[in-house]
């Protein structure tokens, strides 16, 4: 259920979705996230975020990974 | 975080590799302006080329095709239906989509029309998926390219996949794969048409990011054929590499390319061959050993005519042994 006091961290090639505690920086999240810098971009609707940005409680997030292989 | 090019927008972009962060509009400048360098360095494409751009729906190819359009190249898109349950289809939709916008409409080869549809051809010949994909795409961006009088092929490997190659070849001692590896593979007379990777000098998050800001709606999902490559294991120990280490990647990959590396030449020292149609890849899992690489001007295929150092091409042999893994299984069903 949506929880407006948590940061939602989605995963969508993953397809999980994290509720952690804010607020918190981008790479805290992923930290949290197990999921490691330089393998994926981070979302807000619109937004591309940078690692230090400080994500507000309520957020939604989407963690998106690069890695293609083959 | 302010963008460290203007110092008046908010940053969204940070390259710790390169120890900068940009707002979109100079992030647009700074990756365009990565991928003309890796051009202009390499002499990768002429103004006047007629570039055949092989696009997949994925990131790096319709971004490339997106910077190539918007540096006023002459470009056509080819995208190869690898005839995957689903997976095809979406990645499909996005280049029709993404081409549309472009005023674009790309050439579009189905293999499943072709007779050697991906899965199919695997199991029959018992190979990794990844490496039957790598010589049928590459036999028919040749043909087309050579066919429609396309003066080059690009294609979107970026430092992530350049690197990982590298990785596995070097782990591997694959001389020979190393002394072909580079972002230009020369034409040859006989119909071989020059290769070209732009891409070289920018990293998955760069061109991701990129796709990302310019609104490029590419496919996120990983082909599904794709989950065991070996790619992907050199790719994670590269990335665990540049997170403590920002920079290694590309240090890694301009020093090999570096021509006073000896490993840019043959086993023997000998000039390397450039081209080959056999797999470029790392295939040390898979069966294909067979490599076709040779000297000098290729010769017509005894099948098909395409370009190749044997007798008949690697895309033709493994028809054969699709045809004829049909046609075994086919006696065995009607005994």
């Known amino acids: ?70 | 975080m302010k963008c460290k090019r203007c110092r008046r927008a908010e940053a969204a972009v940070d390259l710790p590799s390169h120890h900068a962060a940009f707002c979109p509009d100079c992030f647009f400048l700074f990756f365009r302006r990565q991928v003309k360098e890796g051009i202009r360095k390499l002499r990768l494409l002429d103004p006047e080329d007629r570039v055949l751009v092989c696009v997949s729906g994925g990131k790096d190819s319709l971004v490339l095709w997106d910077v190539l359009m918007d540096e006023g190249y002459e470009t056509e898109g080819l995208y190869i239906d690898l005839g995957i349950d689903g997976y095809s289809d979406r990645s499909r939709e996005k280049v029709l989509a993404y081409a549309a916008s472009r005023g674009k409409t790309p050439i579009v080869v189905e293999l499943a029309k072709e007779g050697i549809p991906i899965a199919e051809a695997a199991r029959c010949v018992r190979m990794q998926e990844c490496s039957i994909c790598g010589t049928v795409k590459r036999y028919f961006f040749n043909r087309v390219a050579a066919e429609g009088k396309f003066t080059v092929v690009a294609t979107g490997h970026n430092l992530d996949d350049e690197t990982a190659r590298l990785l596995g070849n070097l782990l591997h001692w694959q001389r020979d794969h190393l002394a072909r590896q580079h972002p230009l593979l020369p034409g040859a007379d006989g119909g071989l048409v020059r290769k070209v990777k732009p891409l070289w000098r920018v990293s998955e998050v760069e061109t991701a990011a990129y796709g990302f800001l310019k609104g490029i709606d590419y496919v996120t999902e990983e082909c599904p054929m794709s989950e065991d490559a070996t790619s992907l294991v050199y790719k994670e120990a590269l990335s665990r590499i540049e997170d403590r280490m920002p920079g290694t990647r590309i240090v890694f990959y301009k020093g090999f390319l570096d021509p006073s590396n000896p490993l840019r030449k043959g086993p023997e020292g000998e000039a390397a061959p450039v081209q080959e149609d056999a797999p470029e890849e790392n295939t040390v899992r898979g069966t294909e050993t067979d490599s076709e690489e040779g000297g000098g001007a290729p010769r017509a295929c005894a099948s098909c005519g395409a370009p190749t150092y044997t007798e008949t091409c690697s895309f033709c042999r493994m028809k054969e042994r699709v045809r004829k893994a049909r046609s075994q299984r086919a006696a065995r069903v009607s005994r």
């Open chain 1, 1 to 70: 259920m949506y929880n407006d006091a948590m940061i939602t961290v989605r995963l969508p090639q993953k397809k999980t979705e994290l509720e952690l505690p804010g607020p918190r920086r981008v790479m805290d999240l992923l930290a949290e996230a197990g999921v490691r810098p330089t393998t994926v971009i981070v979302t807000q609707g619109k937004k591309l975020l940078t690692k230090d940005h400080r994500v507000e409680d309520g957020a939604t997030i989407d963690v998106l990974s690069v890695v293609s292989g083959g």
